[in-house]
Every structure is written in structure tokens, then in C-alpha cells.
């Protein structure tokens, strides 16, 4: 069974503080990405990333940044939290090629920055 | 403004009734994707359509894609509490690679 595995359900912290959010998957897919969901708009890409040490930016990179060092693992980083990070965070994976335009997801990790 | 339009936003219905959720944009689709996503969980990829005036069943949900490929609505037919759920469209637009979500349909079906 495919798996997209975010490290935290929930993360509270406090503005100013360095937040690193882990993501897995075990299915050996090259494309990650990281979006926001928030009410009202929908899923919003931050950042992808076509392989290992491979990253783009999304439509709202701003205040992020991401780590891929391995195939398997994608790592969202908030700098400096501030209260409008304060968001749904989702993880998906895909593979490339045939079947390759299905996004798998986490969980979700919901950040709340104080 | 975006891309993809959703109506509509929230939907209450009882068991038993049917509904239609659109997904709208004034541009041209490679493809178009409905997920479900249910309270505590991320997004389940329920469909793809690719071609013009293709329509596709899932038991009682019905998916069709316009003929210009610029809209695609989702059909549900006697609705259940099962179904409650957030919908979301994802288009891949014709000239890009990414995928972009509207901002989706809060459905509740009551029993």
C-alpha cells in the first residue's frame, strides 16, 4: 500500500521560531511538492522538487524553504514562523511517466504559529 | 481570483438527494482531477478526465469534462452520510505542468 507519511498531525509554535516539517513516501517516486490549504482557497503550491537535491518554486515560496537531500524525504522549513504561516500543510508525491499526473498525499500537519 | 472556480462553496443536503458540484476556468485543460478529502486526511484522487465530453462513473458519482475542456462537473446520485466531504478539482492547464486546485466544495449529507 502506498505511503505518504508526515511526521506531525499537529505542531504549535511560537513567531520567530525555525519550523521544519518532515515529509516520506516509500513508493520511490522522483516528483515531491508541498502545498498550503487554507478555507476558502483551496491548495496552493509552495515548493517542488523534480529529484534528489532538485527544488522549484511554487507559487508561494515566500517565507519557505526546502531540503531534499534523499529521494524518499522532502523537508519544508519555515525560517522565522510568523502567524500567517498558520496553515494545513500537505505533502504529495508522484511518480513520472504512465500514471504519473496522480498526486499521492499525507496527512497533513496543521501548524499554528502563536 | 482563481484559476479554477468551485460552486458551489458549501452544500447541505439529506440522504438521498442528489447534487451537482462545477469546477469552472476560462482556460483550456490537458486534464482535469476531482479528489475527496475527508476531516484529519489528505486528498484521495477519485478521477482523471482527459478528453473532451468524456464522462466517467464511479458508482452512484458522475464525472464529465466539457467539450472545450474548460469545465467539468461532478454528479452525485442519492447522496449518503459517506459522502460527506470536502471535493476538490485539480487542472493540469494545457501549457504548464503543474497542477492547480480550485478552492473546493464542502459537501454534509445528513441522515
Known amino acids: 500500500d502506498v505511503k505518504v507519511t508526515q511526521s506531525s498531525r499537529y505542531l504549535v509554535k511560537r513567531t520567530g521560531e525555525k519550523v521544519f516539517l518532515e515529509c516520506v513516501q516509500d513508493?520511490?517516486?522522483?516528483?515531491m511538492f508541498w502545498y498550503r490549504q487554507d478555507p476558502g482557497l483551496g491548495l496552493r503550491l509552495i515548493y517542488f522538487s523534480y529529484d534528489v537535491k532538485m527544488k522549484e518554486k511554487g507559487d508561494i515560496p515566500e517565507g519557505y524553504s526546502v531540503s531534499r537531500e534523499k529521494k524518499e524525504r522532502f523537508s519544508l522549513i519555515l525560517e522565522s514562523a510568523s502567524t500567517n504561516q498558520t496553515s494545513m500543510y500537505l505533502c504529495?508525491?508522484?511518480?513520472?511517466?504512465?500514471?504519473?499526473?496522480?498526486?499521492?498525499f499525507g496527512s497533513g500537519t496543521q501548524l499554528s504559529v502563536l | 481570483t482563481q484559476l479554477l472556480e468551485q460552486s458551489p462553496q458549501f452544500l447541505s443536503i439529506q440522504e438521498g438527494e442528489n447534487l451537482t458540484v462545477y469546477c469552472n476556468s476560462s482556460s483550456v485543460f490537458s486534464s482535469l482531477q476531482w479528489y475527496r478529502q475527508e476531516p484529519g486526511e489528505g486528498p484521495v484522487l477519485l478521477v482523471t478526465?482527459?478528453?473532451?465530453?468524456e464522462v466517467k462513473k464511479l458508482k452512484r458519482l458522475t464525472f464529465q469534462f466539457g467539450d472545450a475542456r474548460k469545465d467539468s462537473s461532478l454528479h452525485i446520485t442519492a447522496a449518503q452520510p459517506g459522502d460527506t466531504g470536502l471535493y476538490l478539482c485539480?487542472?493540469?492547464?494545457?501549457?504548464?505542468?503543474?497542477?492547480?486546485f480550485g478552492a473546493g466544495t464542502i459537501l454534509r449529507v445528513k441522515s
Open positions: 485539480a487542472a493540469l492547464m494545457e501549457y504548464g505542468n503543474k497542477l492547480v
Open positions: 478526465v482527459v478528453t473532451g465530453g
Open positions: 513508493m520511490d517516486h522522483e516528483n
Open positions: 504529495a508525491s508522484r511518480p513520472v511517466g504512465f500514471g504519473g499526473e496522480k498526486l499521492f
